[in-house]
C-alpha cells in the first residue's frame, strides 16, 4: 500500500475542527499531553525510535563523502538506563527460574512411567548388552488416533542420525524412546536422544576417571564425525543471518545422564525393598567383614565396630554457581538429613556451659588445623557449601557422611555421627553393642561428652571409646598419647585411623568438576563416587584381607625375632618388658594428671609473688651498707625447697 509522504503518495485526510466546546478542550488536552510525551522522548537516555534511528543513523550519504568511514566508527550508541537495565535483568532470571522449577517437575512427573519401561526392556536387551536387541522396538501395538510424527536426533556409540519417529498419546514421549533403547534429553517433546548403552559407556567412565560432560561429548562428536552427517543448525538468531554451525550436546548430554543415573537409583531402591534390610542389615551390605556375621575370637573389652572420622574443607563449592530452592534439593541416602545435625546442635547448645572450661584440651585442638570459622572463613565467604564430614570402618568403606555449610568443623558433626550409630547398632532385645571411635581429636571429644553428660547410659557401661588417628597423635600432648593412641593402647588391633584421608583422596578429582556444579549435582556425584569405591572394596574383601594377614604375619615374625635377641642379649623376657612398659606408663600419667594446668597456675603465681620479694629486699639492701653479712631467709615454696640469699 502506498504512503502517504513522497511522490504518488495519497493524500492525507483533512482533519476537521470540533465545533462545541467540550470538544476544543478535549483536543487542546490531547495535543498538550502528546507535546509533554514529545518533550519527555527527547530528554529521556533511552535509545531513539526507529524513525529517528532512519533519518539519522542510517541516513545515506553520497558516495563522493571521504569521510563517510571515518564518520561511521565515531557512532556510538546512546545509553541504556541502569534501571530498565536491572528490570530487564530481574525478568529474565525469574524467567529462567520459573522454566527450571517447571523442568524438574515434567522430569519428576515422567520418572515413573519411564522406570517401568526401562526395567522391562533392561530384561529384554540383557541390560542392552545384546547387540541384535538392544535397539530393537518394543512398543506395544495401541489404537491411538492420530499419531504425531517428529524428527528426533538419535546419537549412539557408533551412529549418528535424525529420523521421524512415531509418538502417540498413551505414553509419554520418553518411554517412547526407551522402548527404543535412547533416553531424551527433555522430559517433554525432546528433539535429541542418546542411547542407553552411550550413557552406560559414560557412567562407567565416570566412575573410574570422573571425566568432564564437555570433554566426553566433544570426543563423542568427533569419533561420529568420521562416518556420519554433520548436524547443522543455524548459527544467529535473526532470519536473515543464514550461516549454520554443528550443534554441541553438552547440555543435552548431561540432562540425559542425570535420568539415566535417575533409573539406575529407582533400581537400588527396589532392590532394597525387596529386601528388606533392617540399618544394621544396610550397614552389612556396606561392609559385610563389619557388620555381618560375627567371628569367633574376640576377647574381652574390644569394640564390636571401629570407626573413623575426619573432615574435608576441599569439596566446597561456589555461592554463584546456581540458585536452588530448599526445597527442591534431593539429600542422597548417604548422607545425613540436615534436620538431624540441627537437632545435635540444638541439643549442644542447650547442654553447653559457657562458664566452664576444658582445661587441657585446648592445647591438642590447637595444634590441627582443622577449618573453622576463624581461620578459614575469609576462604568460604563465597562459597555455601563449604565441606564434608564423613565416617567409615576400618576397612575404609564409607558409612556415612555430612554437607557442611556455611561453617567449619564443628563439633557437634562427629556426635551426630556417635548418635546415628549408636542408634541403627541397637538390637530387638534391647543390646548394645560396644563402639570405638578414632577422630584427630578423641580427646577433646570425649572430654566433652563426659563434661556435658552425653550418652549416659553408654559412658557407665563402657559402651563408647574414643582415641586419635595414628598420623595426627603424634602432635598429641604425651598424655593424650599414653591414653589415646591406637599403638600404645590395646583392642584396637592395626587400625590407624586414617580410612577417611585415603577416601578424600579418592574423591580428589571430583573438587574441581563440583566447585561450581548444581547442588543437586554435587550431592548425587559425591553419592554415586562414594557407592562406587564401596563396591569395590566390597568385591576385593577377601583378596585384601589376605594381604593384611600375610602383612600381619610379617609383622608378628618380625616382633618375635626382635624380644628373641633382646631376651637373649639381656636376659629381659617379654613378661619382664611389659612390666616395665605397665610401670613407665603408669609413673607418667600420675606426674602429668598432677602437675594439671590449674596447679601450674598456682606455681607461676607464687613464682611472681617471690621475684616482688626478691626486688623489695634487693631495694631495702642497696639502701643499706655494703658487706653487713646478712641472710635473709624466704618462705618455702610448693616444690619444697628453701629460698637463700647470701649478701655479702
Not at 503518495?9 to 482533519?15: A, D, E
Not at 588445623?369 to 564409607?398: I, V
Request: with cysteine.
Amino acid at each position: 500500500m502506498r504512503g502517504y509522504e513522497g511522490e504518488g503518495g495519497k493524500s492525507k485526510r483533512r482533519r476537521k475542527k470540533p465545533k462545541t466546546l467540550k470538544g476544543q478542550a478535549v483536543s487542546q488536552e490531547t495535543e498538550k499531553a502528546s507535546e509533554q510525551f514529545i518533550e519527555s522522548m527527547q530528554s529521556h537516555p533511552n535509545p531513539p525510535n526507529s524513525s529517528q534511528l532512519s533519518r539519522e543513523t542510517y541516513s545515506i550519504r553520497p558516495l563522493n563523502n571521504q569521510n563517510h568511514e571515518q564518520s561511521i566508527g565515531r557512532i556510538t550508541p546512546d545509553p541504556v538506563d541502569p534501571q530498565v537495565d536491572m528490570l530487564s535483568q530481574y525478568f529474565q532470571n525469574q524467567h529462567h527460574e520459573h522454566r527450571h522449577i517447571l523442568e524438574e517437575q515434567q522430569w519428576a512427573d515422567v520418572y515413573g512411567p519411564m522406570f517401568s519401561s526401562f526395567y522391562n526392556c533392561a530384561a529384554k536387551t540383557a541390560n542392552w548388552g545384546d547387540l541384535e536387541k538392544w535397539n530393537t522396538d518394543w512398543k506395544p501395538t495401541c489404537g491411538c488416533i492420530p499419531i504425531r510424527q517428529r524428527p528426533v536426533v538419535l546419537v549412539d556409540i557408533l551412529s549418528r542420525k535424525e529420523e521421524r519417529i512415531d509418538f502417540c498419546h498413551c505414553q509419554p514421549d520418553q518411554v517412547r524412546l526407551i522402548q527404543m533403547g535412547y533416553i531424551g534429553a527433555s522430559p517433554k517433546f525432546p528433539k535429541t536422544a542418546f542411547s542407553i548403552r552411550l550413557l552406560q559407556l559414560h557412567h562407567i567412565l565416570w566412575k573410574h576417571c570422573t571425566i568432564a560432560m564437555l570433554p566426553f561429548s566433544k570426543a563423542i562428536d568427533e569419533f561420529l564425525d568420521i562416518n556420519n552427517p554433520l548436524i547443522l543448525v543455524p548459527h544467529g538468531e535473526d532470519d536473515f543471518d543464514e550461516s549454520v554451525s554443528t550443534r554441541h550436546w553438552r547440555k543435552q548430554l548431561s540432562k540425559a545422564v542425570d535420568a539415566f543415573r535417575e533409573m539406575l537409583k529407582r533400581e537400588k531402591e527396589l532392590v532394597a525393598q525387596v529386601m528388606k534390610l533392617d540399618p544394621l542389615g544396610e550397614l552389612a551390605d556396606i561392609c559385610p567383614k563389619c557388620y555381618g556375621p560375627q567371628v569367633d575370637g574376640k576377647r574381652e573389652g574390644e569394640p564390636d565396630y571401629i570407626l573413623c572420622m575426619d573432615g574435608n574443607f576441599q569439596h566446597r563449592r561456589h555461592l554463584k554457581a546456581s540458585v536452588e530452592h530448599s526445597e527442591n534439593i534431593k539429600t542422597p541416602s548417604l548422607f545425613v538429613q540436615p534436620c538431624e545435625v540441627s537437632e545435635m546442635e540444638e541439643s549442644l547448645a542447650r547442654l553447653q556451659q559457657p562458664t566452664q572450661t576444658m582445661e587441657g584440651s585446648h592445647r591438642c585442638t590447637e595444634q590441627h588445623t582443622a577449618a573453622n570459622d576463624t581461620r578459614n572463613g575469609s576462604t568460604w565467604k563465597h562459597c555455601d557449601d563449604t565441606g564434608l564430614f564423613g565416617m567409615a570402618c576400618r576397612h575404609d568403606q564409607m558409612i556415612r557422611m555430612i554437607n557442611i555449610v556455611k561453617s567449619g568443623e564443628k563439633s557437634y558433626f562427629p556426635l551426630t555421627m556417635i548418635n546415628h550409630m549408636v542408634q541403627v547398632t541397637k538390637e530387638d532385645h534391647g543390646a548394645r553393642k560396644k563402639l570405638a571411635f578414632l577422630y584427630d581429636i578423641g580427646c577433646n571429644l570425649e572430654k566433652g561428652i563426659m563434661r556435658r553428660n552425653q550418652f549416659p547410659y553408654e559412658m557407665t557401661h563402657n559402651l563408647l571409646r574414643f582415641g586419635t588417628s595414628v598420623f595426627h597423635a603424634y602432635v598429641h600432648e604425651w598424655t593424650c598419647q599414653l591414653r589415646y593412641n591406637p599403638r600404645l593402647n590395646q583392642g584396637w588391633g592395626m587400625s590407624d585411623g586414617e580410612g577417611m584421608e585415603r577416601l578424600w583422596s579418592h574423591l580428589s578429582p571430583l573438587i574441581s568438576q563440583l566447585r561450581y556444579s548444581t547442588k543437586n549435582h554435587r550431592l548425587s556425584a559425591i553419592d554415586l563416587q562414594v557407592n562406587h569405591h564401596n563396591n569395590n572394596g566390597r568385591k576385593s574383601a577377601f583378596r585384601s584381607l589376605l594381604e593384611r594377614g600375610k602383612q600381619i604375619e610379617g609383622i608378628l615374625k618380625e616382633s618375635q625375632q626382635t624380644l628373641l635377641q633382646v631376651e637373649r642379649s639381656s636376659g629381659h623376657t617379654l613378661s619382664y618388658l611389659k612390666d616395665q612398659w605397665n610401670r613407665q606408663r603408669q609413673m607418667q600419667l600420675e606426674a602429668m594428671e598432677n602437675d594439671t594446668e590449674l596447679q601450674m597456675r598456682k606455681q607461676v603465681e607464687e613464682l611472681v609473688m617471690l621475684e616482688d620479694q626478691l626486688r623489695a629486699t634487693q631495694k631495702w639492701l642497696n639502701s643499706e651498707e655494703p658487706g653487713a653479712g646478712i641472710v635473709w631467709k624466704l618462705r618455702p615454696c610448693r616444690w619444697n625447697k628453701v629460698l637463700i640469699i647470701y649478701v655479702c
